[in-house]
Each structure stands twice: as structure tokens, then as C-alpha cells.
């Protein structure tokens, strides 16, 4: 039996294998390998950042579709303007036919992590993660562009408490003048099994209402613990998907109703039955939120690094008193006083 490599061993096997350069970059160390390609964390030495580069797995390259859906990820972020949203730097191709494509570097946690530590976080976190991605998605729908593949894994809150959204590698654009079927041909599933819509389950085509859809489950596994559309088989969750409805009673007794309403709506099985636009809903959200902090990044900087280590935050934003139930009685009262005045001057009168 051969003798089991000491970790310094391995650790010099893997930066050997690492190449020298991408592009103008550094690499230094590869964060992910998927069935697109590979994704490297490099050394911008020019400018002394990070940066994040995709390559497209070679044998990919001699597909015309792939190649497509590359580029337009590359073109979608570039006409993209949203602080949610990441920004690319450059789109190449190596001497060997590879593509690539560098973008900003992010530096936190994702949902999904965040979830595997803290199952239901704070309502305050819930509505502040909610209310960004809808800001972001309803920027992402006025460009014509369906996001698709709205997950846990896809959202991101960085070491400053900034909430970004991430992967628009199976975005669906719509050109105007006829959408991308070289992409997506009909009664495709494109998106993540337990976070698709009822539509997308089906193979119909996304739309913005889509990704509402997938929002919602995004925003019940945040309030009840676990994804509860999700199946022990993908034909399970696609049932679900179609068939469950969530009521209000399964929501924890201390969920504000208009949040649970709203979920409820984003949940809706037929599209024309959700809220209009993402837009919208970022203003529902608002509304929601009237009595925290305007500004909560801070506060979710500080919930992140504790909730990951199963920590409780050492600061917790506090609430403003709503005074407009006690603002309309006072209003109430004052009205009536005046007026009772006033017909008793008219009476002496």
C-alpha cells in the first residue's frame, strides 16, 4: 500500500497545478469547479485586488450555445448598475480558445451558509435581505432580464453587511425583437429543482414573476426553518412546487402579518396572481421596516460573523416607536374638539 502524502506534500501538489497565469491575472487558489467551468480566486497585480476570474471548460467550446450563454452572463453584468449587482472587468480568450471572464471579488457568506448555521434568522435580517434582492431584481426586470436561478447560494452578504446578487449564467434576456431560443428551447427546465416557480417546473417560459416566485421560497425557508416545498425526488418538489400552499398558521406567531401576507402573495400559483413587479414588493418591504434603522448594514455585518460561528449578536438595531396609531387619535380627538368649538361660537353667535 503506498504511503499516504503529508498535507505539505499536498498542499505543494495543488500550487503546482494551479497555473502561472489567466489572463493578466494571478491565480492563487480555485474556488469552484462546475459543469460551465472553473471559477479562480486571482491576484490582480496591477491594481493590488482580487478579483474573481470564470473560465469555460474547454470541451464546452466547440458548443455554440454555451459559448452564447457565456458571453451574455459577461454582457448582463456590464449593463447591469445596482451596488447588489457585481461588476465585471473583462471578458478574453486565451491562446488555447478558452473563455474567461473577470469580476469583482466579494468577500462573505451566502445565504445557504448562513442557513445551515442560523435555520430562521431575525425577522429584522429576513426583511432587510428581501427588501435589497427585490431592489436589485426590480433593476434586473427593467433591463428585460430574468435571473432564473434565485437560491440560497446565490445571495450573498458581504463582510460589510452589503447584500449582493450573485450568478446570472442562466439568465434569460429579453431582446424585443425575439428571445433567446437558441438558449432555452421550449419545455427546458432551467433553475434549481426546489426553488423553481410553478411555471419553470413545467418548462414554460420564465418571467419576472418567475423570480418572485422563487423569492418567496427564499423568504418562507428564511421564516420557517426549512424549505418545506422541498421533496425526497425532484418529481416530489416539482409536485409540491405546483400543489402546496403555505397558510398562515404555519408562520412563527411573531412574523408581522403584512410580511406573512406578502410571502403568502409572492407564493400565489398563477403569476398574474403575484404582486406586479419587484419594485412593488421592495416597497411593501419598506413599509415594513419603517420603524428600524434606515441604514442596516452595520447591524448585519455583526449578526453574519456571529451567526456563522452559532453566536448571538453583540448589537441588534432598535425600533422606533410608531406613533401613527397615537398620532390619528390625537388628530381624532383635536378635530372633534375644534369642531365642537366652533358650532357652540356659531350657536352664541
Avoid at 471559477?39 to 474573481?52: A, F, K, N, P, T
Avoid at 438595531?317 to 368649538?341: D, Q, R, W
Wanted: hydrophobic fraction near 40%.
Amino acid at each position: 500500500m503506498p504511503e499516504a502524502k503529508s498535507s505539505s506534500a499536498k498542499k505543494t501538489s495543488h500550487k503546482e497545478q494551479l497555473p502561472k497565469k489567466i489572463g493578466g491575472y494571478k491565480p492563487t487558489q480555485m474556488l469552484g469547479h462546475g459543469a460551465m467551468g472553473n471559477v479562480w480566486l486571482c491576484h490582480d497585480e496591477s491594481l493590488d485586488r482580487m478579483v474573481i476570474v470564470k473560465q469555460m471548460v474547454p470541451k464546452l467550446l466547440d458548443q455554440d450555445s454555451f459559448i452564447l450563454r457565456f458571453q451574455q452572463e459577461a454582457t448582463i453584468l456590464a449593463h447591469l448598475n445596482h451596488p447588489a449587482i457585481v461588476v465585471p472587468y473583462a471578458l478574453w480568450k486565451e491562446s488555447d480558445g478558452q473563455l474567461s471572464l473577470s469580476m469583482e471579488f466579494v468577500m462573505g457568506k451566502n445565504l445557504r451558509e448562513i442557513l445551515d448555521a442560523c435555520k430562521q434568522p431575525p425577522i429584522w435580517v429576513v426583511m432587510a435581505i428581501l427588501h435589497e434582492i427585490f431592489l436589485a431584481l426590480s433593476v434586473v426586470h427593467r433591463a428585460g432580464i430574468v435571473h432564473r436561478d434565485l437560491k440560497p447560494a446565490n445571495l450573498m452578504i458581504d463582510k460589510d453587511g452589503r447584500i449582493r446578487l450573485l450568478d446570472f449564467g442562466v439568465a434569460h434576456v429579453d431582446k424585443r425583437n425575439g428571445d433567446d431560443l437558441t438558449l432555452t428551447m421550449a419545455g427546458t427546465q432551467i433553475g434549481t429543482g426546489a426553488y423553481m416557480s410553478p411555471e419553470q417546473t413545467a418548462g414554460d417560459e420564465a418571467t419576472p414573476a418567475s423570480d418572485l416566485f422563487g423569492m418567496g421560497i427564499i423568504a418562507s425557508e428564511m421564516l420557517l426553518g426549512e424549505n418545506v416545498f422541498r421533496g425526497e425526488s425532484l418529481n416530489q418538489t416539482f409536485q409540491n412546487i405546483r400543489r402546496l400552499k403555505i397558510g398562515k398558521k404555519a408562520f412563527p406567531p411573531e412574523t408581522p402579518k403584512g410580511l406573512v401576507k406578502l410571502v403568502m402573495r409572492l407564493l400565489e400559483k398563477k403569476p398574474s396572481k403575484r404582486p406586479l413587479s419587484a419594485a412593488d414588493v421592495a416597497d411593501e418591504l419598506s413599509r415594513l421596516m419603517r420603524a428600524y434603522p434606515r441604514d442596516l448594514t452595520p447591524y448585519l455585518a455583526e449578526w453574519v460573523t456571529a451567526a456563522v460561528k452559532g453566536e448571538k449578536s453583540a448589537i441588534e438595531p432598535e425600533t422606533y416607536p410608531n406613533h401613527s396609531k397615537k398620532l390619528f387619535i390625537i388628530g381624532l380627538v383635536t378635530g372633534a374638539a375644534v369642531s365642537a368649538l366652533a358650532a357652540t361660537l356659531i350657536h352664541i353667535l
